[in-house]
């Protein structure tokens, strides 16, 4: 269930770009009459699976949803899928736990994994509206033919209390460099927690710091008002977020143009002649790149591109490519992680063949 990575949603324009990378709008459903998964009896799961896929099937675009339970996914497409934020990657692999994917790779649900259903759409840069819009279709076909859980007083009523309410959950990516680089970033998000909002380092383990500079930004809760508040709150904070970090970003060049140089022109010479690459390094890399090309330090490539390594070069998707045997890898590369790290560095050297630097004259 690959979809073409010429149609998938990180390859698109996005507003503000530049500094976000993606949105996200995901729903959390369940079914009336049914206990939720963790409690849940496998004939009831599998009866909950089988209305949900039903109902996708029976929507007017069937033809563009795949439906697999998870346990015919092997482990590599599974990693896929949890890279790119459509699963979490300790999914469960029972048979009554499965996934929706359309095949652009935007819209996907997943059934008996916290919730009965959780329908969620990914779009390109700060377009949480368009987001929006198709989950609340999808929604909308699902109800037709299912009966969602819900109280007059509470509103949906999911598994997870900071989900109860509207079942929402609005989020924005942001890619903050120069935020990091000043020092600045720990105030920025000690602001962000103050007026209610939750901030994550993406691809961070165990309260380490965030890889390449990478943040998700969210609400604490789904009960603080409707769709519409919610998402408007998220937009405008992700808005000032983005803000600040242009603002940094050009503050910092003006005072200490020589060091953001350094930092800039050292990540795309690595990048382009790195024999190898590991993931942590690569995500750097392209953060700083992606802070060069918007002061003018890095011609030749643009944020769409960027936004797309960062999914292209995660370990499941270069193992993928690894089993397709179209690329050669030289013979004194044989361990599995050189492997990877060899086909990350050159994968990136492939999209920035046309980059280069601008120097001050």
């Known amino acids: 269930m690959n979809a073409s990575t010429r149609d ?6 996005g507003p503000q770009n530049d500094v976000i990378l993606s949105s996200r709008v995901r729903l959390s459903r369940n079914l009336s009459g049914f206990v939720f998964p963790a409690a849940i009896k496998s004939d009831d799961a599998e009866r909950v699976e089988s209305l949900v896929f039903d109902a996708f099937n029976q929507s007017a675009e069937k033809e563009r949803y795949q439906m697999v339970r998870m346990s015919a996914l092997d482990p590599l497409g599974k990693r896929i899928l949890a890279e790119r934020g459509i699963v979490a990657a300790e999914s469960g692999n029972e048979p009554w736990r499965g996934i929706v994917i359309r095949s652009d790779g935007m819209l996907s649900a997943t059934v008996n994994m916290t919730d009965h259903v959780k329908v969620s759409c990914f779009t390109a840069g700060l377009d949480l509206r368009k987001a929006l819009a198709e989950v609340v279709a999808a929604e909308a076909e699902l109800a037709s033919r299912l009966q969602f859980s819900a109280t007059r007083d509470f509103g949906y009523l999911t598994a997870r209390i900071e989900d109860v309410g509207s079942g929402m959950k609005v989020s924005a990516l942001l890619c903050l460099p120069a935020l990091c680089a000043s020092g600045l970033i720990d105030r920025a998000i000690r602001d962000c927690l103050g007026n209610g909002f939750a901030v994550q ?3 961070a383990q165990g309260g380490e710091k965030s890889l390449g500079f990478l943040y998700r930004l969210s609400l604490f809760s789904a009960s603080g008002g409707d ?5 408007a709150r998220v937009e405008q904070g992700a808005s000032r977020l983005a803000e600040l970090e242009r603002k940094t970003r050009k503050e910092l060049f003006s005072q200490r143009p020589t060091l953001v140089e350094d930092t800039v022109y050292r990540a795309i010479v690595t990048a382009k002649y790195a024999r190898y690459l590991p993931f942590a390094e690569a995500v750097e ?24 390594l960062l999914y292209r070069v995660q ?39 046309d980059a280069d630097i601008r120097e001050r004259r």
Request: glycine share 12%; hydrophobic share 40%; charged share 20%.
């Open 8 to 13: 998938t949603w990180y390859v698109q324009e």
């Open 201 to 203: 380092g993406y691809y």
């Open 227 to 231: 769709q519409e508040s919610q998402l």
């Open 285 to 308: 890399l392209l953060g700083n790149i992606r802070y060069g090309a918007d002061l003018g330090l890095v011609t030749g490539i643009g944020n769409v591109d960027l936004t797309a």
């Open 315 to 353: 370990n499941a998707h270069l193992g993928f490519v690894i089993l397709g045997g179209s690329i050669i890898i030289e013979g004194d590369v044989q361990s599995e992680e050189s492997r990877l790290d060899r086909l990350r560095a050159m994968v990136i050297q492939e999209v920035l063949k």
